[in-house]
């Protein structure tokens, strides 16, 4: 397999670095370069830089916004965007609930839903997870009883990301408690206004506000919000979560991570000369960059596989992407607390007080201080999108067919 880019792909790489270093604001690349919490204003604003330039659904069809690129150039297109610090499109509407609407929706549904999602007119979340059923999520308990032309809804999810921005969820929902766990399940689009709906934020390690828990008390949803069939939900969620998986391999912001290692590394000094010259730690780096080439290669396989693919089942290799991209991802993380050392301790004015007789820090803290708070942020990836665990089995049962 020759693994070279053309040169046409090369200059579709340039063009795309281009427009995204010069019409996504810098502020906002920076902040996800440097591993800074970003608000619901950053996110729009990025997503709708993309949009104008039809940059937000490229892998959607194209009646529904998309482009007829080849698969080389997706992958190009993620991993620039990713490296170049660009956050990507909401991964609710774009990565997640549009591909499943495309897939398994009615016309009326795709034409209703897909157009807001794509363009960012509408904020979608994830309500997957439940306080009982997060990696075993096929064990969820929140229930969906149809009465005439609504079902309603009463139940829990947890760890819901950024709900407290959206307009709308999307969620699996238990429609037959007498089935086998996998065949009772449904997949329901609920409007976020609807009464009894309730969101309650959850504050995180690295004290931010990202996950929320969505509480459901007789909420009425429509029963024309039924994507697909009903008791057939984990379709659609096996589906969806073959899409997240593969995404969560990140190949560009390890990359993009790696090289701002090397640049702190060469700043920071160890003794009597810079980190970046002691051996050891040179071998960590290295060691590190190894398994990202490893997994580059394993998802440009995967990419070549999926092209030949007919069906809408996800590929169970993406769970190989899904394990190493995380580890690779929470290696890095781990780098980058090694390289701040005790510049990542929060600052507290009274210590420094007493041992340096000065209201200012001894060096500039700013550029050290997001590090731990992203690298226990990160210890999250091994488990979210289904746990790594889980992924192993579903490796074991089909990829090596134990």
């Known amino acids: 397999m020759d693994l070279r880019f053309s040169a046409e792909e090369n200059a579709f790489r340039d063009k795309l670095r281009t427009f995204f270093r010069e019409k996504v604001p810098a502020s906002i690349r920076t902040k996800v370069m440097e591993g800074r919490h970003l608000d619901k204003e950053d996110w729009v604003t990025a997503h709708q830089v993309l949009h104008a330039e039809g940059l937000a659904v490229p892998h959607w069809p194209k009646p529904w916004g998309g482009s007829d690129w080849t698969p080389v150039q997706h992958y190009i297109y993620t991993e620039e965007l990713q490296y170049n610090g660009v956050p990507q499109p909401l991964p609710f509407n774009v990565s997640?609930?549009?591909?499943?609407?495309?897939?398994?929706?009615?016309?009326?549904?795709?034409?209703?839903?897909?157009?807001?999602?794509?363009?960012?007119?509408?904020?979608?979340?994830?309500?997957?997870?439940?306080?009982?059923?997060?990696?075993?999520?096929?064990?969820?308990?929140?229930?969906?009883?149809?009465?005439?032309?609504?079902?309603?809804?009463?139940?829990?999810?947890?760890?819901?990301?950024?709900?407290?921005?959206?307009?709308?969820?999307?969620?699996?929902?238990?429609?037959?408690?007498?089935?086998?766990?996998?065949l009772g399940i449904s997949f329901l689009l609920i409007d976020m206004k609807t009464p009894g709906l309730t969101v309650r934020p959850i504050q995180t390690l690295d004290g931010g506000r990202e996950v929320n828990e969505v509480f459901f008390d007789d909420v009425q949803v429509p029963a024309e919000h039924l994507i697909g069939q009903e008791n057939r939900g984990w379709d659609c969620a096996k589906f969806l979560l073959g899409n997240e998986r593969t995404g969560i391999a990140r190949v560009g912001y390890s990359k993009q991570r790696v090289q701002r290692i090397k640049e702190l590394a060469a700043k920071v000094m160890a003794g009597d000369r810079p980190l970046i010259e002691d051996e050891r730690f040179r071998e960590r780096v290295a060691a590190v960059e190894v398994e990202l080439k490893a997994l580059e290669m394993t998802q440009m396989r995967v990419l070549a596989e999926d092209r030949n693919r007919k069906d809408n089942l996800p590929n169970p290799k993406s769970s190989i992407l899904k394990i190493k991209g995380s580890e690779v991802q929470q290696a890095t993380t781990a780098l980058l607390l090694e390289v701040a050392g005790p510049l990542a301790l929060p600052y507290q004015p009274e210590a420094d007080d007493a041992e340096f007789g000065s209201n200012e820090p001894p060096v500039d803290l700013d550029w050290a201080a997001p590090l731990a708070p992203g690298y226990f942020n990160y210890r999250k990836v091994s488990i979210y999108g289904g746990s790594n665990e889980i992924q192993r089995n579903i490796i074991a049962k089909a990829v090596l067919g134990f």
Not at 118 to 135: I, K, M, R, V, Y
Not at 171 to 182: G, I, S, Y
């Open 96 to 182: 997640m609930c549009g591909p499943v609407i495309i897939a398994f929706g009615t016309e009326e549904q795709k034409k209703r839903f897909l157009p807001r999602m794509a363009s960012l007119d509408d904020w979608w979340c994830q309500g997957f997870s439940e306080p009982g059923a997060g990696s075993d999520l096929a064990g969820l308990t929140t229930s969906a009883v149809r009465k005439g032309d609504h079902y309603v809804v009463n139940g829990q999810k947890t760890w819901t990301t950024l709900a407290q921005y959206a307009d709308w969820i999307f969620c699996l929902v238990r429609t037959d408690p007498a089935a086998k766990k996998q």
